[in-house]
T-cell receptor, first 110, second 114 residues
Framework: TQLLEQSPQFLSIQEGENLTVYCNSS?????LQWYRQEPGEGPVLLVTVVTGGEVKKLKRLTFQFGDARKDSSLHITAAQPGDTGLYLCAASGGSYIPTFGRGTSLIVHP | DAGVTQSPTHLIKTRGQQVTLRCSPK?????VSWYQQALGQGPQFIFQ???????QRGNFPDRFSGHQFPNYSSELNVNALLLGDSALYLC?????????????FGPGTRLTVL
C-alpha cells in the first residue's frame, strides 16, 4: 500500500506570509495531484505533475515534483485569507486509483 | 457544463439502518469513484465503477455496495450502519480524457449515524 505523508498537519499564518507544505512517500509515482478542499465541500483539483523535477506555477502557488518522483511540495507566496483550506496531495502508481494523504490544514488570518 | 452532483447533501440515520447515496458524474465522464472522508482525514477509496461494473475496491466491508447505471450515474449503499460510518461521502468522476487519474469531486454527502 502506497503511503503519502503530508507535513505540517496544521498551519496558521498571517496574511502576506509565505509557506511551504510537503508530500512525501517511499514509493515512486507516475503522477501526483494537489487538491484544495474547503469546509463542507469536495476537493478541487489544483494541479497534476508527472515529470521528475517538474515545476508548475498557478498564480501565487508553485508546485514541484521531486526528481525521483517520490515527493512534492507546494509553496504559496504572500498568502491570503482565500487560501484557507485543506491541501491534499494524491498520487498514483500503477493502478487507476489515487492514494490521498491526510492533508495540511491551512488558516490564513487577515 | 455540469460538474459532479450528489444527493442528498446531508443525512441522519440511526445504527442498523441502511442508506443510499446518489451521484451524477461530470458531463463526458464514464467512471465513478466513491470515497469516505472522516473528520481530519484525507479521502479513503471505497470502490470505482466503470461500464456498470465494480473495477476496483478499497479496504471496506461488504456492507458497502454500489451500482452504476447506463447513464453513468452511480449509487452507494451502506447496510447495517455503524456509528463509525459517520463521514463525508465523496463521489468523484473521471473519463478517458482525464489526465493521469485526475478526479473531479462532487460536494459530498454528510452522513451522521446516531
Amino acid at each position: 500500500t502506497q503511503l503519502l505523508e503530508q507535513s505540517p498537519q496544521f498551519l496558521s499564518i498571517q496574511e502576506g506570509e509565505n509557506l511551504t507544505v510537503y508530500c512525501n512517500s517511499s514509493s515512486v509515482f507516475s503522477s501526483l495531484q494537489w487538491y484544495r478542499q474547503e469546509p463542507g465541500e469536495g476537493p478541487v483539483l489544483l494541479v497534476t505533475v508527472v515529470t521528475g523535477g517538474e515545476v508548475k506555477k498557478l498564480k501565487r502557488l508553485t508546485f514541484q515534483f521531486g526528481d525521483a518522483r517520490k515527493d512534492s511540495s507546494l509553496h504559496i507566496t504572500a498568502a491570503q485569507p482565500g487560501d484557507t483550506g485543506l491541501y491534499l496531495c494524491a498520487a498514483s502508481g500503477g493502478s487507476y486509483i489515487p492514494t490521498f494523504g491526510r492533508g495540511t490544514s491551512l488558516i490564513v488570518h487577515p | 457544463d455540469a460538474g459532479v452532483t450528489q444527493s442528498p447533501t446531508h443525512l441522519i440515520k440511526t445504527r442498523g439502518q441502511q442508506v443510499t447515496l446518489r451521484c451524477s458524474p461530470k458531463s463526458g465522464h464514464d467512471t465513478v469513484s466513491w470515497y469516505q472522508q472522516a473528520l481530519g482525514q484525507g479521502p479513503q477509496f471505497i470502490f470505482q465503477y466503470y461500464e456498470e461494473e465494480e473495477r476496483q475496491r478499497g479496504n471496506f466491508p461488504d456492507r458497502f455496495s454500489g451500482h452504476q447505471f447506463p447513464n453513468y450515474s452511480s449509487e452507494l449503499n451502506v447496510n447495517a450502519l455503524l456509528l463509525g460510518d459517520s463521514a463525508l461521502y465523496l463521489c468523484a468522476s473521471s473519463g478517458q480524457t482525464s489526465y493521469f487519474n485526475e478526479q473531479f469531486f462532487g460536494p459530498g454527502t454528510r452522513l451522521t449515524v446516531l
